[in-house]
Protein backbone atom coordinates (compact mmCIF):
# COMPACT_ATOMS: atom_id res chain seq x y z
CA UNK A 1 0.00 0.00 0.00
CA UNK A 2 1.44 3.26 -1.08
CA UNK A 3 2.03 6.47 1.58
CA UNK A 4 -0.74 8.20 -0.09
CA UNK A 5 -3.44 5.92 0.41
CA UNK A 6 -6.29 6.90 2.54
CA UNK A 7 -7.13 4.09 5.51
CA UNK A 8 -10.49 2.94 5.28
CA UNK A 9 -11.62 4.17 8.55
CA UNK A 10 -10.32 7.16 10.34
CA UNK A 11 -8.19 7.38 13.12
CA UNK A 12 -8.58 7.47 16.64
CA UNK A 13 -6.98 11.02 17.21
CA UNK A 14 -9.18 12.56 13.79
CA UNK A 15 -12.25 11.29 15.50
CA UNK A 16 -11.75 12.35 18.85
CA UNK A 17 -10.60 15.90 17.27
CA UNK A 18 -14.36 16.27 15.74
CA UNK A 19 -16.26 15.11 19.82
CA UNK A 20 -18.08 18.17 20.89
CA UNK A 21 -15.42 19.88 23.77
CA UNK A 22 -16.46 19.71 27.37
CA UNK A 23 -17.71 22.99 27.47
CA UNK A 24 -20.50 21.81 24.75
CA UNK A 25 -20.97 18.70 27.03
CA UNK A 26 -21.54 21.46 29.87
CA UNK A 27 -23.25 23.51 27.90
CA UNK A 28 -25.68 20.28 26.70
CA UNK A 29 -26.17 18.93 30.13
CA UNK A 30 -27.17 22.37 31.47
CA UNK A 31 -29.70 22.79 28.56
CA UNK A 32 -31.75 19.19 29.35
CA UNK A 33 -31.84 20.04 33.15
CA UNK A 34 -33.34 23.18 32.51
CA UNK A 35 -35.79 22.12 29.66
CA UNK A 36 -37.04 19.07 32.27
CA UNK A 37 -37.40 21.31 34.90
CA UNK A 38 -39.39 23.73 33.06
CA UNK A 39 -41.45 21.11 31.89
CA UNK A 40 -42.16 19.89 35.70
CA UNK A 41 -42.62 23.58 37.10
CA UNK A 42 -46.53 23.46 36.75
CA UNK A 43 -47.37 20.60 38.68
CA UNK A 44 -47.64 22.03 41.98
CA UNK A 45 -49.10 25.21 40.48
CA UNK A 46 -52.09 23.41 39.10
CA UNK A 47 -54.74 23.82 41.80
CA UNK A 48 -53.73 27.87 42.21
CA UNK A 49 -54.28 27.73 38.49
CA UNK A 50 -57.57 26.44 38.49
CA UNK A 51 -58.12 28.73 41.77
CA UNK A 52 -57.36 31.80 39.80
CA UNK A 53 -59.11 30.99 36.43
CA UNK A 54 -62.07 28.85 37.81
CA UNK A 55 -61.41 26.39 35.31
CA UNK A 56 -63.25 22.53 35.90
CA UNK A 57 -61.49 19.30 36.34
CA UNK A 58 -62.26 18.69 32.73
CA UNK A 59 -60.18 21.04 31.82
CA UNK A 60 -57.24 20.73 34.30
CA UNK A 61 -57.04 17.13 32.20
CA UNK A 62 -57.02 19.24 28.82
CA UNK A 63 -54.48 21.51 30.17
CA UNK A 64 -52.29 18.62 31.73
CA UNK A 65 -53.03 16.69 28.26
CA UNK A 66 -51.65 18.84 25.77
CA UNK A 67 -48.16 18.25 27.06
CA UNK A 68 -47.51 14.61 25.82
CA UNK A 69 -49.83 14.99 22.79
CA UNK A 70 -47.12 17.37 21.41
CA UNK A 71 -44.19 16.18 22.74
CA UNK A 72 -44.67 12.97 21.93
CA UNK A 73 -44.90 12.84 18.06
CA UNK A 74 -42.70 16.22 17.54
CA UNK A 75 -39.94 13.98 19.94
CA UNK A 76 -39.94 11.82 17.29
CA UNK A 77 -40.55 14.33 14.09
CA UNK A 78 -38.26 17.12 14.99
CA UNK A 79 -35.26 15.11 17.09
CA UNK A 80 -33.46 14.02 14.72
CA UNK A 81 -32.71 17.64 13.01
CA UNK A 82 -29.31 17.64 15.35
CA UNK A 83 -28.13 14.96 13.05
CA UNK A 84 -29.11 16.75 9.89
CA UNK A 85 -28.29 20.73 11.38
CA UNK A 86 -26.06 22.53 13.39
CA UNK A 87 -26.57 20.78 16.97
CA UNK A 88 -25.77 24.28 18.56
CA UNK A 89 -28.48 26.03 16.47
CA UNK A 90 -31.32 23.38 16.92
CA UNK A 91 -30.71 24.03 21.38
CA UNK A 92 -30.70 27.62 20.93
CA UNK A 93 -33.89 27.62 18.50
CA UNK A 94 -35.27 25.28 21.37
CA UNK A 95 -34.34 27.47 24.58
CA UNK A 96 -36.30 30.37 22.22
CA UNK A 97 -39.73 27.95 22.23
CA UNK A 98 -39.02 27.23 26.00
CA UNK A 99 -39.03 31.03 26.93
CA UNK A 100 -41.94 31.61 24.90
CA UNK A 101 -43.51 29.22 26.53
CA UNK A 102 -42.33 30.01 29.98
CA UNK A 103 -43.81 33.84 29.56
CA UNK A 104 -47.43 32.29 28.39
CA UNK A 105 -47.02 30.32 31.84
CA UNK A 106 -45.94 33.42 33.66
CA UNK A 107 -48.98 35.49 32.72
CA UNK A 108 -51.39 33.06 31.65
CA UNK A 109 -55.18 35.30 32.00
CA UNK A 110 -56.89 31.98 30.91
CA UNK A 111 -56.80 28.48 29.83
CA UNK A 112 -55.51 29.76 26.43
CA UNK A 113 -52.24 31.15 27.56
CA UNK A 114 -52.03 28.03 29.81
CA UNK A 115 -52.21 25.59 26.98
CA UNK A 116 -49.75 27.58 24.57
CA UNK A 117 -47.22 27.38 27.13
CA UNK A 118 -47.97 23.62 27.47
CA UNK A 119 -47.52 23.19 23.27
CA UNK A 120 -44.44 25.58 23.60
CA UNK A 121 -42.62 23.84 26.15
CA UNK A 122 -43.55 19.82 24.25
CA UNK A 123 -41.95 21.50 21.24
CA UNK A 124 -38.82 22.95 22.78
CA UNK A 125 -38.10 19.78 24.66
CA UNK A 126 -38.43 17.97 21.38
CA UNK A 127 -36.45 19.58 19.57
CA UNK A 128 -33.72 20.20 22.43
CA UNK A 129 -34.08 16.50 23.33
CA UNK A 130 -32.12 14.82 20.56
CA UNK A 131 -29.17 17.45 19.95
CA UNK A 132 -28.79 17.93 23.55
CA UNK A 133 -28.28 14.15 24.25
CA UNK A 134 -26.29 13.70 21.64
CA UNK A 135 -24.00 16.20 22.44
CA UNK A 136 -23.86 15.33 26.22
CA UNK A 137 -23.18 11.60 25.32
CA UNK A 138 -20.51 12.58 22.82
CA UNK A 139 -17.58 11.61 24.98
CA UNK A 140 -15.30 9.05 24.95
CA UNK A 141 -16.53 7.15 27.64
CA UNK A 142 -20.28 6.48 26.89
CA UNK A 143 -21.26 4.57 29.55
CA UNK A 144 -20.52 7.36 32.11
CA UNK A 145 -21.66 10.16 29.24
CA UNK A 146 -25.06 8.31 29.71
CA UNK A 147 -25.33 8.15 33.25
CA UNK A 148 -24.55 11.71 34.22
CA UNK A 149 -26.88 12.84 30.96
CA UNK A 150 -29.16 10.66 32.77
CA UNK A 151 -28.61 11.98 36.13
CA UNK A 152 -29.09 15.53 35.19
CA UNK A 153 -31.97 15.47 33.22
CA UNK A 154 -33.47 13.23 36.45
CA UNK A 155 -32.16 16.15 38.97
CA UNK A 156 -34.06 18.67 36.35
CA UNK A 157 -37.59 17.07 36.31
CA UNK A 158 -37.06 17.26 40.02
CA UNK A 159 -36.27 20.91 39.79
CA UNK A 160 -39.12 22.00 38.48
CA UNK A 161 -41.84 21.18 40.77
CA UNK A 162 -39.54 22.30 44.25
CA UNK A 163 -38.79 25.45 41.80
CA UNK A 164 -42.89 25.94 41.22
CA UNK A 165 -43.69 25.13 45.05
CA UNK A 166 -41.03 27.15 46.46
CA UNK A 167 -41.60 30.99 44.13
CA UNK A 168 -45.45 30.55 43.39
CA UNK A 169 -46.01 32.73 46.67
CA UNK A 170 -43.87 35.30 45.53
CA UNK A 171 -45.62 36.94 42.33
CA UNK A 172 -49.06 38.17 41.56
CA UNK A 173 -49.80 34.87 39.87
CA UNK A 174 -48.79 31.52 40.33
CA UNK A 175 -46.11 31.24 37.71
CA UNK A 176 -45.15 34.70 37.37
CA UNK A 177 -41.91 34.22 39.87
CA UNK A 178 -40.99 30.18 38.88
CA UNK A 179 -41.31 30.91 35.11
CA UNK A 180 -39.82 34.32 35.80
CA UNK A 181 -36.80 32.65 36.85
CA UNK A 182 -36.96 30.09 34.39
CA UNK A 183 -36.67 32.51 31.26
CA UNK A 184 -33.58 34.29 33.09
CA UNK A 185 -31.60 30.45 33.07
CA UNK A 186 -32.68 29.88 29.68
CA UNK A 187 -31.26 32.95 28.54
CA UNK A 188 -28.18 32.35 30.12
CA UNK A 189 -27.98 28.58 28.61
CA UNK A 190 -28.25 30.52 25.44
CA UNK A 191 -25.22 32.92 25.84
CA UNK A 192 -23.26 30.02 27.27
CA UNK A 193 -24.12 28.48 24.17
CA UNK A 194 -22.60 30.87 21.87
CA UNK A 195 -19.01 30.46 22.35
CA UNK A 196 -19.62 26.58 22.10
CA UNK A 197 -18.09 25.57 18.06
CA UNK A 198 -19.99 22.95 16.56
CA UNK A 199 -18.19 19.63 15.33
CA UNK A 200 -16.06 19.86 12.91
CA UNK A 201 -17.43 18.16 9.60
CA UNK A 202 -16.04 15.23 8.27
CA UNK A 203 -16.42 11.57 7.36
CA UNK A 204 -18.43 9.44 9.84
CA UNK A 205 -17.87 5.78 9.93
CA UNK A 206 -20.78 3.60 10.34
CA UNK A 207 -20.98 0.48 10.76
CA UNK A 208 -22.61 -1.97 8.36
CA UNK A 209 -25.27 -3.72 8.80
CA UNK A 210 -25.44 -7.35 8.00
CA UNK A 211 -25.86 -7.45 4.23
CA UNK A 212 -24.35 -4.27 4.12
CA UNK A 213 -26.34 -0.91 4.41
CA UNK A 214 -25.73 1.48 7.43
CA UNK A 215 -28.94 0.38 9.12
CA UNK A 216 -29.29 -1.09 13.38
CA UNK A 217 -28.84 -4.64 13.69
CA UNK A 218 -31.84 -6.72 14.95
CA UNK A 219 -29.72 -7.26 18.40
CA UNK A 220 -29.67 -3.63 18.49
CA UNK A 221 -32.75 -2.64 17.43
CA UNK A 222 -34.17 -5.01 19.82
CA UNK A 223 -32.30 -3.85 22.96
CA UNK A 224 -33.34 -0.10 22.36
CA UNK A 225 -36.95 -1.11 21.80
CA UNK A 226 -36.43 -3.21 25.23
CA UNK A 227 -34.81 -0.12 26.64
CA UNK A 228 -37.89 2.31 25.79
CA UNK A 229 -40.16 0.56 26.59
CA UNK A 230 -38.98 0.04 30.41
CA UNK A 231 -37.98 3.77 30.52
CA UNK A 232 -41.57 4.23 29.31
CA UNK A 233 -42.65 1.96 32.49
CA UNK A 234 -40.47 4.19 34.96
CA UNK A 235 -41.79 7.98 33.84
CA UNK A 236 -45.43 6.27 33.83
CA UNK A 237 -44.84 5.91 37.70
CA UNK A 238 -42.89 9.47 37.77
CA UNK A 239 -45.56 10.58 35.35
CA UNK A 240 -48.33 9.26 37.80
CA UNK A 241 -46.83 11.30 41.05
CA UNK A 242 -45.77 14.73 39.15
CA UNK A 243 -49.12 15.37 37.39
CA UNK A 244 -51.29 14.17 40.66
CA UNK A 245 -48.95 14.70 43.42
CA UNK A 246 -50.42 18.25 44.01
CA UNK A 247 -54.43 16.73 44.01
CA UNK A 248 -53.65 13.62 45.41
CA UNK A 249 -51.31 15.31 48.56
CA UNK A 250 -54.23 18.43 49.10
CA UNK A 251 -57.71 16.08 48.65
CA UNK A 252 -56.57 12.51 50.55
CA UNK A 253 -53.50 13.66 52.59
CA UNK A 254 -54.31 17.32 53.55
CA UNK A 255 -51.22 18.71 52.54
CA UNK A 256 -52.38 22.09 50.94
CA UNK A 257 -49.04 23.75 50.33
CA UNK A 258 -47.40 23.82 47.02
CA UNK A 259 -44.04 23.64 48.45
CA UNK A 260 -45.27 19.86 49.79
CA UNK A 261 -46.44 18.89 46.77
CA UNK A 262 -43.41 19.89 45.65
CA UNK A 263 -40.91 18.54 48.10
CA UNK A 264 -42.83 14.91 47.31
CA UNK A 265 -42.42 14.94 43.75
CA UNK A 266 -38.85 16.32 44.06
CA UNK A 267 -38.01 13.30 47.17
CA UNK A 268 -39.23 10.65 44.24
CA UNK A 269 -36.88 12.06 41.79
CA UNK A 270 -33.82 12.69 44.15
CA UNK A 271 -34.54 8.90 44.82
CA UNK A 272 -34.31 8.31 40.80
CA UNK A 273 -30.43 9.91 41.59
CA UNK A 274 -29.21 7.74 44.11
CA UNK A 275 -29.18 4.34 42.04
CA UNK A 276 -27.67 5.73 38.64
CA UNK A 277 -24.49 4.63 40.23
CA UNK A 278 -25.65 1.07 40.47
CA UNK A 279 -25.55 0.73 36.58
CA UNK A 280 -21.88 0.53 36.63
CA UNK A 281 -21.52 -2.46 38.59
CA UNK A 282 -24.87 -4.02 37.38
CA UNK A 283 -24.31 -3.18 33.71
CA UNK A 284 -27.70 -1.85 31.86
CA UNK A 285 -29.58 -5.10 31.35
CA UNK A 286 -29.73 -6.40 35.04
CA UNK A 287 -30.09 -2.60 36.33
CA UNK A 288 -33.70 -2.44 33.79
CA UNK A 289 -34.72 -5.70 35.77
CA UNK A 290 -33.94 -4.69 39.29
CA UNK A 291 -35.26 -1.59 38.31
CA UNK A 292 -39.06 -3.66 36.79
CA UNK A 293 -38.86 -5.37 40.07
CA UNK A 294 -38.50 -2.62 42.49
CA UNK A 295 -41.36 -0.85 40.15
CA UNK A 296 -43.93 -3.68 40.42
CA UNK A 297 -43.50 -3.32 44.40
CA UNK A 298 -44.13 0.04 44.51
CA UNK A 299 -47.26 -0.37 42.33
CA UNK A 300 -48.69 -2.88 44.95
CA UNK A 301 -48.36 -0.39 47.54
CA UNK A 302 -49.81 2.39 45.27
CA UNK A 303 -52.75 0.57 44.21
CA UNK A 304 -54.76 -0.04 47.19
CA UNK A 305 -52.92 3.21 49.62
CA UNK A 306 -53.84 6.79 47.42
CA UNK A 307 -55.62 7.70 50.89
CA UNK A 308 -52.39 6.75 53.29
CA UNK A 309 -49.48 9.52 53.49
CA UNK A 310 -47.63 6.38 54.43
CA UNK A 311 -48.39 3.93 51.70
CA UNK A 312 -47.89 7.22 49.21
CA UNK A 313 -44.37 8.06 51.07
CA UNK A 314 -43.05 4.26 50.64
CA UNK A 315 -44.45 4.53 46.98
CA UNK A 316 -42.77 7.57 45.99
CA UNK A 317 -39.43 6.83 47.37
CA UNK A 318 -39.63 2.63 45.63
CA UNK A 319 -40.70 3.87 42.97
CA UNK A 320 -37.92 6.47 42.32
CA UNK A 321 -35.61 3.81 43.30
CA UNK A 322 -36.94 1.90 40.67
CA UNK A 323 -37.06 4.82 37.32
CA UNK A 324 -33.04 5.55 38.47
CA UNK A 325 -32.68 1.73 37.38
CA UNK A 326 -34.70 1.77 34.15
CA UNK A 327 -34.18 5.22 33.19
CA UNK A 328 -30.42 5.51 33.16
CA UNK A 329 -29.93 2.05 32.38
CA UNK A 330 -31.98 2.86 29.09
CA UNK A 331 -29.72 5.78 28.36
CA UNK A 332 -27.20 4.02 28.36
CA UNK A 333 -27.98 1.28 25.77
CA UNK A 334 -28.93 4.56 23.89
CA UNK A 335 -25.41 6.26 24.64
CA UNK A 336 -23.35 3.02 23.93
CA UNK A 337 -25.26 1.65 20.57
CA UNK A 338 -27.08 4.80 18.62
CA UNK A 339 -25.00 4.28 15.29
CA UNK A 340 -22.61 7.10 14.46
CA UNK A 341 -24.69 9.88 12.30
CA UNK A 342 -27.55 8.79 13.61
CA UNK A 343 -27.35 9.21 17.50
CA UNK A 344 -30.02 12.42 17.71
CA UNK A 345 -32.44 10.06 15.67
CA UNK A 346 -31.81 7.25 18.27
CA UNK A 347 -32.25 9.49 21.08
CA UNK A 348 -35.13 10.76 20.31
CA UNK A 349 -37.19 8.17 19.32
CA UNK A 350 -36.24 6.51 22.49
CA UNK A 351 -37.24 9.69 24.61
CA UNK A 352 -40.46 9.98 22.60
CA UNK A 353 -41.47 6.40 24.77
CA UNK A 354 -40.01 8.18 27.87
CA UNK A 355 -42.42 11.25 27.44
CA UNK A 356 -45.52 9.45 26.44
CA UNK A 357 -44.56 7.13 29.71
CA UNK A 358 -44.06 10.68 31.23
CA UNK A 359 -47.93 12.32 29.94
CA UNK A 360 -50.33 9.08 29.30
CA UNK A 361 -51.32 7.49 32.62
CA UNK A 362 -51.72 10.63 34.45
CA UNK A 363 -54.03 11.87 31.13
CA UNK A 364 -56.23 8.31 31.36
CA UNK A 365 -56.27 8.54 35.21
CA UNK A 366 -57.61 12.23 34.06
CA UNK A 367 -60.70 10.42 31.64
CA UNK A 368 -61.53 8.23 34.11
CA UNK A 369 -62.31 10.68 37.16
CA UNK A 370 -65.16 11.34 34.36
CA UNK A 371 -66.82 8.01 35.92
CA UNK A 372 -64.41 7.25 39.02
CA UNK A 373 -63.17 9.34 41.91
CA UNK A 374 -60.01 10.43 41.77
CA UNK A 375 -58.55 7.67 44.20
CA UNK A 376 -60.31 5.11 41.92
CA UNK A 377 -58.82 6.28 38.69
CA UNK A 378 -55.09 5.96 39.96
CA UNK A 379 -55.66 3.29 41.48
CA UNK A 380 -56.72 1.32 37.89
CA UNK A 381 -54.04 2.70 35.96
CA UNK A 382 -51.77 1.62 38.51
CA UNK A 383 -52.78 -1.53 38.41
CA UNK A 384 -52.72 -1.76 34.36
CA UNK A 385 -49.14 -0.38 34.37
CA UNK A 386 -48.07 -3.34 37.22
CA UNK A 387 -49.31 -5.42 34.51
CA UNK A 388 -47.37 -4.10 31.73
CA UNK A 389 -44.44 -4.24 34.00
CA UNK A 390 -44.75 -8.00 35.07
CA UNK A 391 -44.94 -8.70 31.30
CA UNK A 392 -41.68 -6.90 30.87
CA UNK A 393 -40.21 -8.71 33.98
CA UNK A 394 -40.62 -11.99 31.79
CA UNK A 395 -39.74 -10.61 28.78
CA UNK A 396 -35.88 -9.46 30.50
CA UNK A 397 -35.73 -12.97 32.22
CA UNK A 398 -36.15 -14.62 29.12
CA UNK A 399 -34.04 -12.79 27.33
CA UNK A 400 -31.34 -13.24 29.66
CA UNK A 401 -31.54 -17.05 29.96
CA UNK A 402 -31.15 -16.82 25.88
Known sequence: MSAAASPPCETEASTTSRLPSRSARGWALALLALGAAGAGIPSPLYPAYQAQLGFSDATLTVIYAVYPLVSVPAVFLLGPLGDRLSPRRVMRGGILVAAAGSVALALAASTGWLIAGRVAYGLALAVITGAGVAVATSGADKVRAGLVSAAVFILGTGLGPVLGGALTRFGPGPGVAPFGVAVVLLGVVFLGLRTVRDPAPGPVTVEEAPGGGTGMTGTVRRALVVAAVNGFLGWAVVGLFLGLISSVAERFLGLRDPLAAGGLAAALLVCSTLTVPAVTRLGPRRAQLVGLVALAVSLVVLAPGVNSLVAVLIACVVAGLANGLLYSGATTVVA??????????????????????????????????????????????????????????????NTREQ
Open 336 to 397: TTAPPGRASGTAAAVYSAFFLGAGLPALLVGLLTIALPLDAALSTIAVGTLVLTALMIVVEV
